[in-house]
Every structure is written in structure tokens, then in C-alpha cells.
């Protein structure tokens, strides 16, 4: 016997809700760095539509994150360049 929507959506937010922790959010992999004490700063970029929708397709590809990605390609360049990325203290 075929599932109704509303059985779905019930299971669909109970499979949802398992993978959250004690903040409510999905305990994804920036999630964990961000609890582990990772001082990170946000920025913004503004990218092609199309580039972006590429991007996020390799992410899930490749089970990471477009922030994953980007910041590896940066640490890339930047040590590529002979520039390494200095904590201030």
C-alpha cells in the first residue's frame, strides 16, 4: 500500500530531526568546526548563477561543502603564491 504525503512529511521531518543536535541545527561538517573551537570569518562572494549551481552539485558529489571547497582552493593559491595565511595574536 502506497504512502500518503502527509506519512512522508512525518517521516521526512523525524529523519530530519534525528540529525540535529542539542542546537537544532543538522550536524553538518561546519557545524562541527564551528563547535570545535575553529575561529573562522564570514565573507561573501558573489558568483555566476551558473558557476554556483556547479559548484554545489560537486559539493554534494564529493559529500563536502561549497565552503570546504573554496577555502581548500584558496589555502591551495595562497601557498602556491608563496603567502601563508597568519593568525594575529
Not at 34 to 58: C, E, Q
Not at 66 to 87: F, P
Request: hydrophobic share 30%; proline share 1%; charged share 45%.
Amino acid at each position: 500500500m502506497a504512502r500518503s504525503k502527509k506519512d512522508l512529511k512525518k517521516d521526512a521531518a523525524a529523519e530530519g530531526a534525528q540529525r540535529k543536535g542539542r542546537t537544532g541545527r543538522e550536524d553538518t561538517a561546519d557545524n562541527r568546526d564551528a563547535r570545535l573551537g575553529d575561529d573562522k570569518k564570514n565573507t561573501s562572494l558573489r558568483l555566476n548563477r551558473k558557476t554556483l549551481k556547479a559548484l554545489k552539485i560537486r559539493a554534494i558529489e564529493e559529500e563536502t561543502s561549497v565552503q570546504r571547497i573554496v577555502e581548500t582552493l584558496i589555502e591551495d593559491y595562497l601557498s602556491k603564491v608563496g603567502t601563508q595565511a597568519h593568525d594575529p595574536e
